[in-house]
């Protein structure tokens, strides 16, 4: 079925046929061409990084995490039970063990207080997810995860150009990965970018990027012949791609402003009714710098949303819900995780509902969702 207002809706926001035409006759749409490195460039000078390397998804930025740190089978790794599959997966696919870790209540970010209880001499990486685009609790995490030796490494997907007191978020972990999904802020359909803190890394990564081969090296002529040097796959994205990528990257300021227009037009729309219908609306400490992915209600009980979601379809409005917990999926079950290791992810998971949000949203497209929840008694 078509929604009059869908859930997201992928738009172009500038160059990018224009861009895409350019890398097509520049004779170079695979990896690595003018657009990507355009792309690399711009990212790295932005957030101050070592270096940025554009991949075929997040998921695969976070594979490539997953062999820089050399994960063994029976290494541990500490994810939020509260995030997409991907999180985890990489680090399953190298024989890790996920240790589930539950979210705060108000951000519904990783608890950083309970963090240390899942500490063991297994203990390889913590993965954190900021969460709808805010900030988590980096002060703590970071000291926590450097006085025991774990690499920190941040999903990004949701908040790249969010801040922490001030700092870019994907710049405090060894590494960080990018979505530029069709569903994220930024985006080119399927994308990614790996973002590489610790320099000392910066080559292996090159290396594992381009099928464990020292072909970037040869192609920058510090090498005569290029050749198999470590473990490695396909990781970089045609740089048509990139292209389009690049168009949308050149566009930021005018995608954020749109998203945090949205935002603010939610919450000063809903907040009264919120309040007075015991809804949850999302929480921004004051020293984070949201970097608008979502706007989401926590309903009062899973009754209500299913009844809610039902309600706005017959409206035409396409609104979902998202993560079912990782410990309690078939995958998880299978790692030991039962119902009440993480009692506040399995609460909200029944409650979140997502409202829509994409770049060409109107004013108008606003107030029909805002009007529409107004209009919804079905409450008890
Ligand atoms: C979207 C998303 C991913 C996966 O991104 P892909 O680019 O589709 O691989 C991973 N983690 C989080 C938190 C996401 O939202």
């Known amino acids: 079925m078509t929604y009059k207002i869908p859930f997201n809706k992928p738009v172009t926001v500038g160059s990018e046929m224009d861009y895409i035409q350019q890398a097509i006759h520049s004779g170079h749409i695979s990896g690595d061409g003018l657009f990507t490195k355009k792309s690399h460039q711009l990212l790295e000078d932005i957030l101050g990084v070592p270096q940025v390397l554009l991949t075929t998804s997040c998921t695969h930025a976070l594979e490539m995490s997953a062999l820089l740190l050399d994960f063994q089978a029976g290494d541990e790794v500490i994810v939020p039970s509260f995030t997409f599959v991907s999180s985890i997966n990489a680090f399953v696919l190298r024989g890790a063990k ?22 063991t001499k297994r203990t390889k990486a913590i993965v954190i997810v900021h969460y709808g685009g805010v900030a988590c609790e980096m002060d703590t995490i970071m000291e926590i995860a450097n006085r025991h030796g774990i690499a920190v490494v941040e999903d990004n997907a949701h908040a790249l150009f969010g801040k ?39 080559e292996r990564a090159e290396i594992i990027r381009e099928k464990g081969t020292n072909r970037s090296r040869f192609f920058r002529g510090q090498i005569d012949k290029y050749t198999w040097v470590d473990v490695g796959s396909s990781y970089l994205p045609s740089d048509m791609l990139a292209a ?31 309040e007075e219908h015991h809804v949850q609306t999302p929480f921004v400490p004051d020293h984070v710098d949201h970097a608008y992915h979502n706007y989401f209600l926590l309903l009062p009980s899973l009754e209500v949303r299913t009844r809610l979601i039902a309600y706005l379809k017959n409206k035409g ?64």
């Open 317 to 380: 409005i396409l609104a979902v819900f998202h993560y079912l917990p990782l410990h309690l999926s078939d995958m998880g079950q299978e790692f030991g995780g039962k119902a009440g290791d993480c009692p506040v992810t399995e609460d909200i998971a029944d409650k979140l509902l997502r409202l829509p949000f994409y770049n060409s949203m109107t004013d108008d497209d606003i107030q029909a969702v805002v009007q529409a929840l107004h209009d919804f008694t079905d409450w008890v």
């Open 98 to 119: 996920p240790v589930f870790a539950d979210i705060r209540p108000d951000t519904l970010n990783i608890d950083e207080s309970k963090l240390e209880s899942l500490i």
């Open 164 to 202: 922490y007191k001030g700092k870019y978020l994907g710049t405090f972990g060894k590494f960080a990965t990018q979505s530029f999904h069709e569903t994220k802020n930024i985006q080119c359909g399927e994308g990614g970018a790996l973002i590489i803190n610790d320099p000392e890394l910066m």
């Open 244 to 274: 389009f990528l690049y168009a949308q990257l050149e566009e930021r300021e005018t995608i954020q402003a749109t998203r945090k227009h949205i935002y603010d037009t939610y919450v000063e729309n809903l907040s009264d009714w919120a």
